[in-house]
Structures are given as C-alpha cells and as structure tokens.
C-alpha cells in the first residue's frame, strides 16, 4: 500500500503543536504598579516633613502662632462663653427630664420670714436641683438674726426641704442704741420687734448678757424679789444692782448674794420693806445692811433704768 504525500499546504510546517504559556501576535507592555496609601499618609508624610528637626525654624514659627492663638481666645472670653453656653443647655435638659426646683419646704421657721429664708438659699425658679449648692446656701441661712441651725435636704425629682431652728430669746438688753435680744449665753439676736417680749427680764450694763444666766435663775427662787425686779444692771463689770418697780435700788456684793437674795425676800415678805419710804437698799456689807430713805420721809419714787448709772 503506497503511502500519501504531504500537500504542499502541510509541506514545510511541523507537526509540533506550540508551546503553552507563548501567546503569539503582539505582546502588551508592562503597567505601571500603583501607589501604595491615599491622602492621609501624605498628609501625614508632610507634617512629618514640616516638623522634622531638619527645619527647627518652621516649627519654631508653628508653636508661636498656636500659642498666641491659644492666648487670643481666653483673653477674649470664648471659653467661659462656651462653657456657660455648655451649662445653661445643660440645665435646661435637666429642667426638661424633670429635675428644675417646683417647691421649697419650710418648717421651723416661727419669727423667720419665707422671703428671708429664700433670699438666703439663692433658688431661682425651675432651677436644676442638681446645681444648688446646699453648703453655700445654709452658710447663707445662718446669717439671719433668727437662725442657730438649718439643714437642707433634696427632695427628688424636683423638691427642696428646710428645717430650721430659731434661736430662744433669754432677755431683753439696754444699749445706747436701743433695747435688744439676747440668747442665755449672751448672743445678740435683734433689736427689732422687741416689744412684744415685755415680760422677759431687762438687763443694763456692759457685759451684763455674759454674766445673768446664773444671777437671774438665783433671783426666780425668791418670787417676792422676782415679781418687784424691773430691771436687772450689772455694775462696774464686777457686781449686780437690782432696780425694783418702785424705784428701789437694791446693791449686792460681787459673790456670795444667794444668801443676800434670800434676805431680801425675808424682808419683803415679813417685814414690808418696801412699803417704806426706804429709796436704797445697800446688801454688799456682811453685816450690818444699810437702809437709805427719802431725807423728807415720803415714799420712794420709781427709779427710771439708765445705761451706765453708778448707783
């Protein structure tokens, strides 16, 4: 069997398929690889660049104008506007969740007026009760003539509560500027308003409020002395006078009057002393006491009390 021949279209071409991996025609160029990062790390390439300590200068230059701008904006008051900007929408948020002051509770107060008591604590209306300073405001309290003591207690949502305690009147004290309160230990509380307390025992005399606590509680064991005292004068910082009603002056000794004292009510009661035309009773002597009368034997007229008398 004869074999073919190759056509002369296959004639010259090899029977060998190509190779994998070439691509025939024409080849395209490389592309470029693309740029790592984006604009932040360029940003960032030049501060890092501007700061370096390759350029002190500029840098120099940058922390100068940053700190007269600083300087700038607390000078002209931007940061305390912000901040009391910041705080006003601040309370006014806590108005809205309903934290804002409705009402104020008072008790104790008898002789102490609610004006004067919330003019002391500050509250304005539908303030936050969150901002109100309860130190500060019964530092404030204690300054009224009336208050010895005061606590102040929130009361949430929306309450504040006041308990005060007023101070006890003890006596009435004449000074040169007028007739004032005092406490037992001598504290001034106020001089006005003091006509209604009449019945309170009247001191006279420097120093008279520090030293009466014992000397009047010794003279209302004895009710005969104790209904005739007007007035009670504490005498050369040293000693007591008692000024009766009926212008009588009764002088005791610097201690041991208690024994006086009771004398004196023995004389009052058994002997009616006091219905004579005595004016002048002197106690300071041991022994004996002395009697001073009216030279023309009529009786004693009341004595009016005055501040500083040397009787």
Known sequence: ????????????????SPARGITRGRQE????????????????????????????MVLLTIVVV????????????????????????????????????????????????????????????????????LRTARARLLTLPWVADAEIHRRYPDDISVQIVERVPYARWQTP?????????????????????GKLPLLIGGGAPEHADGFIEAVAHHR???????????????????????????????????????????YIVEDGILETNIREIDLRPTSPYFFVVNRDGTPAKEKKPETGSAI
């Open 1 to 16: 069997m004869s074999k073919e021949r190759p056509s002369e279209r296959t004639r010259g071409r090899s029977s060998r």
């Open 29 to 56: 160029a490389p592309r470029r690889a693309k740029r790592s990062g984006g604009f932040w790390p360029m940003v960032g390439s030049f501060f890092a660049s501007v700061f370096s300590p390759r350029h002190p």
């Open 66 to 133: 940053m700190l007269a701008v600083a300087a700038a904006i607390i000078t002209g008051g931007a940061i305390p506007r912000t901040i009391h900007k910041t705080d006003v929408a601040a309370t006014t948020l806590v108005d809205h969740a309903g934290f804002g002051v409705a009402q104020v509770h008072l008790s104790g107060n008898a002789r102490t007026k609610p004006d004067e008591i919330m003019g002391g604590l500050g509250i304005k209306a539908g303030q936050s009760i969150f901002a109100i300073n």
């Open 177 to 197: 500027n007028g007739v004032v309160l005092v406490e037992r230990k001598g504290r001034v509380i106020t001089g006005d308003d003091t006509n209604e307390f």
């Open 224 to 266: 005969a002395v104790a209904a005739r005292v007007k007035a009670y004068q504490y005498q050369s910082g040293r000693r007591w006078n008692l000024l009766l009603d009926n212008g009588v002056v009764v002088k005791l000794p610097e201690t041991g009057w208690d024994v006086q004292i009771r004398e004196l009510d023995r």
